[in-house]
């Protein structure tokens, strides 16, 4: 009989704490970022760089050929569902920023949409239709490459087009290996994995007698006997 209880308890205990951890280790998923590298898989290696940036910061991500985008959308929404809808970021370069739209559409579809998309110079897709998600698109319209992106039918989401004509010393094989774009990047995807903190309790005024109720927003409390009114 004793056993039994101190088994009981032990059980108790055990699913308190797994209940205690659980939104704490929610709380920490920051999701995953997924870049394409674009032509033959070799001329995107800035895809690489800004993995590893985004690896040292804590958030998780990876490097992709761009063919792999439907294969890609299909895992990416099951990880996601896995781990409490985490948030989605694809990053692709030339061939891979048009698999990255592609991508998007796809995960709308099945219903995870990506939370942010980055293309760097697409080539081809320069509409996203079905989709959802905040799209920035980093191109230039005088390097015989790069594309602006417009919404076509179904397009539920935000798009920025930034194109970056003025700077020289950028071009369609390098833009995506700019230090300075990597860091808007990063800001970026920080503003979208991050866990938001909760908002702090408000504190207790120790002079307010106990049962007195708070001040509702946008009134005035009532001036005290004897003080200026």
Same mark, same amino acid.
């Given at each position: 009989? @004793?056993?039994?209880?101190? &088994? ?15 939104? !704490? ?5 920051? #999701? ?20 590893? @940036? ?12 761009? $063919? ?19 948030? %989605?970021? %694809?990053?692709?370069?030339?061939? $891979? ?10 995960? *709308?579809?099945? $219903?995870? +949409? ?7 110079? +697409?080539? #081809? ?5 079905? !989709?959802?998600?905040? &799209? ?9 490459? #790069? ?12 798009i920025v087009n930034r194109n ?8 369609? &094989? ?18 979208? *994995?991050?866990?938001?903190?909760? +908002?702090?309790?408000? +504190? ?7 049962? *007195?109720?708070?001040?509702?927003? #946008? ?6 006997? $004897?003080?200026?009114?």
């Open positions: 009989m @004793k056993s039994g209880l101190r &088994f009981a308890k032990a059980l108790l205990a055990a699913l308190v704490l797994l209940c205690a951890a659980y939104p !704490a280790a929610a709380q920490q998923n920051r #999701g995953h970022v997924y870049l394409l590298r674009g032509l033959a898989n070799v001329f995107s290696l800035g895809m690489d760089d800004l993995a590893n @940036k985004l690896n040292a910061r804590g958030i998780p991500a990876s490097v992709h050929e761009y $063919g792999q985008w439907a294969s890609l959308a299909d895992a990416a929404a099951a990880e996601s569902r896995a781990h409490g809808n985490a948030p %989605i970021v %694809i990053v692709g370069h030339s061939l $891979g920023a048009d698999a990255a739209v592609e991508m998007a559409e796809r995960l *709308t579809a099945l $219903g995870t +949409p990506a939370k942010l998309i980055v293309t760097f110079d +697409p080539v #081809g897709v320069t509409q996203v239709s079905a !989709a959802s998600g905040y &799209f920035v698109n980093y191109y230039q319209s005088n390097n015989g490459y #790069g594309k602006r992106l417009t919404a076509g039918a179904g397009f539920r989401g935000n970056l004509n003025a700077i020289g010393n950028i071009d369609h &094989f390098n833009i995506e290996k700019s230090p300075r774009l990597h860091e808007e990047v990063i800001t970026q995807v920080r503003s979208v *994995t991050t866990p938001k903190p909760k +908002p702090k309790p408000k +504190p207790v005024d120790p002079a307010a007698p106990a049962g *007195t109720p708070a001040t509702a927003p #946008g009134t005035q409390a009532a001036a005290k006997p $004897g003080a200026p009114g």
